[in-house]
């Protein structure tokens, strides 16, 4: 089945600096999906890409969906401790996958003050 | 607005016992609903998903079984609780197929 390879795994990173990670597959999936998972609570969905190649930001995070259809990134500006959580990336590949989403392992993001 | 329930929050439950988690959607017809699973607070695993009334396919074969007896209303169950069933449990909806699925709360199961 589809499977994506998400990295990295875990950041630690001072409050302020800039956050980068990102999604790839060997499959093309039609839509890319970023959450953030807090401890204990349901992801929450931070940023829906649905065509190749779009570039989408909400506040301080930006995310693009790779023109390949097989990758996508979030960026995080700014950072500040409310970042804290688990990222996930997440895709849907159409066709027969239809409406099931795909996930990423997740990202641990740790912000020090 | 869209709003999705799933309860309980937290459950704790013999090994050997049923289950049954519910999980409803309100302020939309006819979503998909899907099961999710996720161990150890990493990666999430679907293991059941909907496309309307009584129809549930499965992704992987194991202890539970799913159920949609209304538009909005879907239903993780099992008859016997094994340890390895132990995790946290996430409902979510999504409208068309490839739009973006929004996720319950969560329950967390223990089976001991």
């Known amino acids: 089945g589809q499977q994506l390879n998400q990295s990295p795994q875990s950041m630690f990173i001072q409050e302020g600096e800039d956050v980068s990670m990102n999604c790839t597959s060997s499959s093309i999936f039609n839509t890319w999906l970023w959450y953030k998972q807090d401890p204990g609570e349901g992801p929450v969905l931070l940023i829906a890409?649905?065509?190749?190649?779009e570039l989408t930001s909400n506040g301080r995070l930006t995310a693009q969906f790779g023109i390949t259809r097989k990758d996508s990134f979030l960026n995080i500006s700014a950072s500040i401790p409310s970042d804290v959580g688990i990222y996930f990336c997440?895709?849907?590949?159409?066709?027969?996958?239809?409406?099931?989403?795909?996930f990423g392992q997740g990202t641990i993001l740790t912000v020090h003050p | 607005s869209q709003t999705i329930h799933q309860w309980p929050a937290t459950l704790v439950q013999p090994v050997g016992s049923p289950l049954s988690l519910e999980c409803t959607v309100e302020g939309t017809s006819n979503p998909n609903l899907y099961w999710y699973r996720q161990a150890a607070g990493r990666g999430l695993q679907l293991l059941f998903y909907?496309?309307?009334?009584?129809?549930i396919s499965s992704e992987v074969p194991q202890n539970l079984s799913a159920s949609r007896p209304q538009d909005r209303q879907f239903i993780l169950s099992s008859k016997k609780l094994l340890l390895s069933d132990s995790g946290f449990y996430l409902c979510a909806w999504s409208g068309d197929p490839n739009t973006e699925a929004f996720f319950g709360q969560g329950t967390r199961l223990t089976v001991v």
């Open positions: 997440a895709g849907q590949g159409g066709g027969t996958s239809y409406g099931k989403l795909t």
């Open positions: 909907s496309v309307g009334i009584g129809q």
């Open positions: 890409l649905y065509k190749a190649g």
